[in-house]
């Protein structure tokens, strides 16, 4: 069992590159989370996804985009990469049960120069 | 505004003492809440919830208290050991009403150093 997997590890892009972080889970979680940690900050709520083909924005959507065309999946995309952008992301998942457990992936390190 | 606090200075203790962190909230109305540990260069991981309605929580030499008054939950170690050294996050799960975003708000963290 895998659990949750997010991929890539690590990224550097150029300003106004774009790229997309994958997150896939093994436990069929119905809910889907996209998060970004910095220093002082905390993490912080990108996007969410409550089902296959739903997503919703969170506390800091601006800048991201979201797809969740299967179950498993979680896309995190950043159409022009600011260096603001610059963060660890993390993604995690949840089942429909009350105890509300988050499952997080290792992380993705971005850096936009 | 709302907020989560945490103690964002380091907390230094020497192993085999108890170690106790503070989790303080304002202007929510949590359905539970929620303790981790993260590691550098890791992901979070759980470690224990407990509900609005509940006192205290205890799984091995950890406990949590919550108490909705004075909106401050303490998260305690007991006989602590180094390998307890890591990151403690708190969070807090709002309620929902009619929807399902089971959102999770998250503290700033504490760092936890276990001296030998």
């Known amino acids: 069992n895998a659990g949750v997997t997010q991929t890539p590890k690590f990224r550097v892009l150029k300003t106004g590159q774009s790229m997309t972080l994958l997150c896939a889970q093994d436990m069929n979680h119905e809910y889907m989370y996209w998060y970004r940690q910095d220093p002082g900050m905390g993490l912080r709520l990108i996007h969410y996804s409550v089902g296959e083909g739903t997503t919703a924005k969170g506390e800091v959507p601006d800048g991201y985009n979201v797809s969740r065309l299967k179950k498993q999946n979680f896309l995190l995309g950043l159409e022009s990469a600011a260096p603001s952008q610059t963060s660890v992301y993390f993604c995690a998942s949840l089942s429909r049960g009350y105890t509300g457990e988050l499952f997080f992936g290792e992380g993705s390190r971005l850096t936009v120069l | 505004s709302q907020k989560i606090e945490q103690n964002s200075e380091a907390l230094n203790i020497q192993e085999g003492k108890t170690a106790t962190l503070t989790c303080n909230y304002t202007?929510?109305?949590?359905?539970?809440l929620q303790w981790y540990r993260q590691d550098p260069g890791r992901g979070p991981v759980f470690l224990l919830l407990?509900?609005?309605?509940?006192k205290e929580k205890r799984k091995e030499r950890l406990k949590v208290t919550f108490d909705t008054t004075l909106k401050q939950s303490l998260f305690h170690i007991t006989a602590s050991q180094p390998a307890d050294s890591a990151t403690y996050l708190c969070?807090?799960?709002?309620?929902?009403?009619?929807?399902?975003?089971?959102?999770?708000?998250f503290g700033t963290g504490t760092l936890l150093a276990v001296q030998p």
């Open positions: 202007n929510y109305s949590p359905a539970y």
């Open positions: 407990i509900r609005e309605n509940e």
């Open positions: 969070a807090l799960r709002l309620m929902n009403y009619g929807g399902a975003t089971n959102k999770l708000i």
